[in-house]
């Protein structure tokens, strides 16, 4: 396994396995590697010749520095969990090579619409900064394939949307989520709960599935059942920020004509902001 720094020897990498008819897939990560970002690595693996994985933490998505400090980075154990998946390329570049003329004056990308809906109403710049960077490694890897999670339910639309929009030749596919036995879908920012913390954890699917449940039974009354649900999650320990049920192909609100819901959960526990969604076929 080669872990490259620079995006030079990137490209001289990417040159050589394109030379040699190699396909190539792609996994963009942060780090702080867990099973789910395994699984897409294996999904990769079983997608293209060549495995790309790249480590970075992208100061672009953040909106505060403190939460960009405190980002978990274990770049050395990840680059053992790669290795043993047989990883070709780790891409971990400082955030100097990524941005070397520093973030304000650096060209973005930014998805209208998607963007600036639920998460990304939350969390102003977030999604410039994802879409920014996952343009920039599409860029400079040129991925058959590239693998996302489907966690980050909004994230994927907005990259599938990218990437029809701005005609990269580029299969994405949605890997479902990875969960504990308990249902917690794992995450990154799993690492900061605390031990009383992660039993509360898997509330948040709790109340997801049982709203899962309401609206594959015919139930409709969507402000109805948000607001019981609120209730519910606080009733668990956490703290609320951020429930939508939506329509899952315009993340736009319920119509009757609607195919598919996605429930959209984001809830604090301590320092920790947990996130899960879950697709619901109307139907039937």
Same mark, same amino acid.
Request: hydrophobic share 40%; proline share 5%; with cysteine.
């Given at each position: %396994?080669?872990?490259?720094?620079?995006?030079?020897?990137?490209?001289?990498?990417?040159?050589?396995?394109?030379?040699?008819?190699?396909?190539?897939?792609?996994?963009?990560?942060?780090?702080?590697?867990?099973?789910?970002?395994?699984?897409?690595?294996?999904?990769?693996?079983?997608?293209?010749?060549?495995?790309?994985?790249?480590?970075?933490?992208?100061? %672009?998505?953040?909106?505060?520095?403190?939460?960009?400090?405190?980002?978990?980075?274990?770049? *050395?154990?990840?680059?053992?969990?790669?290795?043993?998946?047989?990883?070709?390329?780790?891409?971990?570049?400082?955030?100097?090579?990524?941005?070397?003329? $520093?973030?304000?004056?650096?060209?973005?990308?930014?998805?209208?619409?998607?963007?600036?809906?639920?998460?990304?109403?939350?969390?102003? $710049?977030?999604?410039?900064?994802?879409?920014?960077?996952?343009?920039?490694?599409?860029?400079? +890897?040129?991925?058959?394939v590239a693998?996302?999670?489907?966690?980050?339910? *909004?994230?994927?639309?907005?990259?599938?949307?990218? +990437?029809?929009?701005? $005609?990269?030749?580029?299969?994405?596919?949605?890997?479902?989520?990875?969960?504990?036995?308990?249902?917690?879908a794992l995450?990154?920012?799993?690492?900061?709960?605390?031990?009383?913390?992660?039993?509360?954890?898997?509330?948040?699917? *709790?109340?997801?599935?049982?709203?899962?449940?309401?609206?594959?039974?015919?139930?409709?009354?969507?402000?109805?059942?948000?607001?019981?649900?609120?209730?519910?999650l606080q009733?668990?320990?956490?703290?609320?920020?951020?429930?939508?049920?939506?329509?899952?192909?315009?993340?736009?609100?319920?119509?009757?004509?609607?195919?598919?819901?996605?429930?959209?959960?984001?809830?604090?526990?301590?320092?920790?902001?947990?996130?899960?969604?879950?697709?619901?076929?109307?139907?039937?």
């Open positions: %396994m080669l872990i490259v720094e620079t995006i030079a020897l990137l490209r001289q990498e990417i040159r050589r396995h394109r030379l040699q008819g190699k396909r190539i897939a792609l996994v963009p990560t942060m780090g702080s590697l867990h099973d789910g970002h395994l699984t897409l690595v294996d999904e990769a693996r079983a997608r293209g010749d060549i495995v790309v994985t790249s480590i970075f933490v992208n100061p %672009m998505q953040f909106e505060h520095a403190d939460d960009l400090a405190r980002y978990p980075r274990t770049l *050395q154990e990840d680059c053992e969990k790669l290795n043993r998946r047989k990883v070709d390329i780790v891409f971990a570049p400082a955030p100097a090579e990524v941005y070397p003329e $520093g973030l304000d004056t650096h060209t973005y990308v930014e998805v209208p619409v998607l963007s600036e809906v639920l998460e990304g109403a939350s969390r102003p $710049g977030h999604f410039r900064g994802v879409a920014t960077v996952v343009s920039k490694l599409f860029h400079l +890897v040129q991925p058959d693998c996302f999670g489907e966690k980050d339910f *909004q994230q994927l639309a907005i990259i599938r949307k990218m +990437v029809r929009d701005m $005609g990269f030749d580029i299969e994405i596919i949605g890997v479902p989520t990875v969960r504990a036995k308990d249902g917690l995450s990154s920012r799993n690492a900061y709960l605390t031990a009383e913390e992660r039993k509360l954890a898997p509330g948040l699917s *709790q109340v997801m599935n049982a709203i899962a449940e309401r609206l594959a039974n015919g139930e409709r009354h969507v402000e109805e059942i948000l607001a019981e649900a609120e209730t519910a009733e668990k320990g956490l703290r609320p920020d951020g429930l939508a049920i939506c329509d899952a192909d315009s993340l736009q609100p319920l119509t009757t004509e609607s195919q598919r819901a996605v429930i959209l959960m984001a809830g604090w526990l301590g320092k920790a902001r947990l996130i899960d969604n879950q697709q619901v076929d109307l139907t039937q």
